[in-house]
């Protein structure tokens, strides 16, 4: 095995927290060498059985097999366009729990397939300012 990666991450393609995330990623988790999964919506196909589902595992596997990954980390964000933005639920917390329940069905889904990995999952907090901040799910 020529590389070793420390974490794969699934998350959203949304360019507007990705600085905040690789921010977070390296002085928070304290990761270095990652690897990436962005698909819209972040776990929202994980939390949605079907060919989509697998083709994320099997992505999972190529990290698990070529760089050694053993952590999987889930992150969703707040105002996701893939679950209809912040304007589909009634308020902030109710728009905050939906994102949980997914992550933590999503962290289950996937523990399943991959008992021996550590999953992990966080929500990305997004300000009114823009200010993004991570709350830890699981």
């Not at 999964?37 to 070529?66: C, H, M, S």
């Not at 050694?68 to 308020?91: E, F, M, T």
Request: with cysteine; glycine share 6%.
């Amino acid at each position: 095995m020529a590389h070793k990666a420390q974490a794969i991450i699934q998350t959203c393609i949304d360019f507007r927290f990705r600085e905040p995330l690789n921010k977070f990623i390296e002085e928070e988790l304290n990761l270095h060498s990652v690897d990436i999964k962005t698909d819209g919506g972040g776990v929202k196909k994980i939390f949605e059985e079907g060919p989509i589902r697998d083709w994320i595992f099997a992505n999972y596997q190529i990290a698990f097999d070529l760089h050694a990954v053993d952590r999987v980390i889930l992150i969703n964000h707040q105002d996701c366009g893939a679950y209809g933005g912040s304007k589909a639920h009634p308020n902030e917390q109710a728009e905050i729990e939906a994102h949980e329940i997914q992550l933590r069905h999503s962290v289950s889904v996937v523990r399943a397939k991959f008992p021996d990995k550590q999953i992990e999952a966080y929500l990305a907090l997004i300000s009114p300012e823009g200010t993004v901040t991570f709350k830890q799910v699981i």
